[in-house]
T-cell receptor, first 115, second 110 residues
Framework: DSGVTQTPKHLITATGQRVTLRCSPRSGDLSVYWYQQSLDQGLQFLIQ???????AKGNILERFSAQQFPDLHSELNLSSLELGDSALYFCASSITGLAGDETQYFGPGTRLLVL | GQSLEQPSEVTAVEGAIVQINCTYQ??????LSWYQQHDGGAPTFLSY????GLEETGRFSSFLSRSDSYGYLLLQELQMKDSASYFCAVTYSSASKIIFGSGTRLSIRP
């Protein structure tokens, strides 16, 4: 158990809909990362937050947005969902996320299926 | 562009040694990390190389050569539980990008 929690574990929805994925980082970690992993694909970095502020952006679509709240939990919002958005979405956390050598601890993921 | 390449699949025998290579076409990154992911599970951190050379952690070792744009993960005394996918990843100096390789699926046979 990494100490990172994600809810829900599974989500099934229809095209055009909007969903929110939630992540709680390890106690004491200030930085949260979001990743997308499609079937048989590697991890695609989406976005990183540090202490409530966006710190780095990867290949995140405009239909997707995220935020980190004062209690440090984070939410990833996916809107106007398409079939291709079906994937496993991971959240990870690290102590500060300010240095490249920090270990990231991954949550169990949310499996999203868009029908 | 910036990319990392890994073999898609590697097969090895229990008790043997296997090396998973990662070649990259990029520069200016902090270092190279390795992650393990079992089917249906979350990635877990294995090792990190900031400097050139070999880093050893138990049965696993990782190597980086920036001059050769190359790194590898070495797994020794292979066990069946090592069957998993292994990803290399680079984090950039600006921390504006984190790029993962597409992963290597390691299969261990008795």
């Amino acid at each position: 158990d990494s100490g990172v929690t994600q809810t829900p574990k599974h989500l099934i929805t229809a095209t055009g809909q909007r969903v929110t994925l939630r992540c709680s980082p390890r106690s004491g970690d200030l930085s949260v990362y979001w990743y997308q992993q499609s079937l048989d694909q590697g991890l695609q970095f989406l976005i990183q937050y540090y202490n409530g502020e966006e710190r780095a952006k990867g290949n995140i679509l405009e239909r997707f947005s995220a935020q980190q709240f004062p209690d440090l939990h984070s939410e990833l919002n996916l809107s106007s969902l398409e079939l291709g958005d079906s994937a496993l979405y991971f959240c990870a956390s690290s102590i500060t996320g300010l240095a490249g050598d920090e270990t990231q601890y991954f949550g169990p993921g949310t499996r999203l299926l868009v029908l | 562009g910036q990319s990392l390449e890994q073999p898609s699949e590697v097969t090895a025998v229990e008790g043997a040694i296997v090396q998973i290579n990662c070649t990259y076409q990029t520069s200016g990154f902090y270092g190279l990390s390795w992650y393990q992911q079992h089917d249906g599970g979350a990635p877990t951190f294995l090792s990190y190389n900031a400097l050139d050379g070999l880093e050893e952690t138990g049965r696993f070792s990782s190597f980086l050569s920036r001059s050769d744009s190359y790194g590898y993960l070495l797994l020794q005394e292979l066990q069946m539980k090592d069957s998993a996918s292994y990803f290399c990843a680079v984090t950039y100096s600006s921390a504006s990008k984190i790029i993962f390789g597409s992963g290597t699926r390691l299969s261990i046979r008795p």
